[in-house]
T-cell receptor
Framework: DAMVIQNPRYQVTQFGKPVTLSCSQTLNHNVMYWYQQKSSQAPKLLFHYYDKDFNNEADTPDNFQSRRPNTSFCFLDIRSPGLGDAAMYLC????????????FGQGTRLTVV | AQKVTQAQTEISVVEKEDVTLDCVYETRDTTYYLFWYKQPPSGELVFLIRRNSFDEQNEISGRYSWNFQKSTSSFNFTITASQVVDSAVYFCALSGSGNTGKLIFGQGTTLQVKP
């Protein structure tokens, strides 16, 4: 039973064309995260929501935005994808304390053409 | 600053061999948590273990064991009698300051277990 679901698994978008990736969770966790993982690299946090509070990492480009309309769903919007944004995007959830593990979805692999 | 270093980029072993994946971390926090995640080819990160900074007891779970040593800031992971299904990328991660569960990942170690 998938607990963190990301759609789609694979997304191809055109250079400069806005794209939205989605994530849903059945765990009722407070925190939802978006990580970017480029090829052969470690996942890197873009931002996270603690309930409705949005927290942006200092080095996350303005091109990346996020929405969390309710507890279960979180979206990653890339306003003008560039070739350098091609990556695996991982959504994760946690109860919110640093001592709890994060549960990851299967990721969305984004290709920019 | 927080940092996690996994010096081994790739390891290749033959099935049934034991293998240890190294992890060294840096943090100024007195309270922190260390994690290991497995990333199979399917892409999702699978949680393996969490260890807090006050608990240096080693842990064993089946063929997996972990050795946490604060004196050397290391949190190494050993797979005993490796199997082909263990082939994956393994990430060590650190969660420290703040209460948000943000993970700082190492670069990952790709483990290939050959039959």
């Amino acid at each position: 039973d998938a607990m963190v679901i990301q759609n789609p698994r694979y997304q191809v978008t055109q250079f400069g064309k806005p794209v939205t990736l989605s994530c849903s969770q059945t765990l009722n966790h407070n925190v939802m995260y978006w990580y970017q993982q480029k090829s052969s690299q470690a996942p890197k946090l873009l931002f996270h929501y603690y309930d409705k509070d949005f927290n942006n990492e200092a080095d996350t480009p303005d091109n990346f935005q996020s929405r969390r309309p309710n507890t279960s769903f979180c979206f990653l919007d890339i306003r003008s994808p560039g070739l350098g944004d091609a990556a695996m995007y991982l959504c994760a959830t946690s109860r919110g304390h640093m001592n709890t593990e994060a549960f990851f979805g299967q990721g969305t692999r984004l290709t920019v053409v | 600053a927080q940092k996690v270093t996994q010096a081994q980029t790739e390891i290749s072993v033959v099935e049934k061999e034991d293998v240890t994946l190294d992890c060294v971390y840096e943090t100024r926090d007195t309270t922190y948590y260390l994690f290991w995640y497995k990333q199979p080819p399917s892409g999702e990160l699978v949680f393996l273990i969490r260890r807090n900074s006050f608990d240096e007891q080693n842990e064993i779970s089946g063929r997996y064991s972990w050795n946490f040593q604060k004196s050397t800031s290391s949190f190494n992971f050993t797979i005993t009698a490796s199997q082909v299904v263990d082939s994956a990328v393994y990430f060590c991660a650190l969660s420290g300051s703040g209460n948000t569960g943000k993970l700082i990942f190492g670069q990952g170690t790709t483990l290939q277990v050959k039959p």
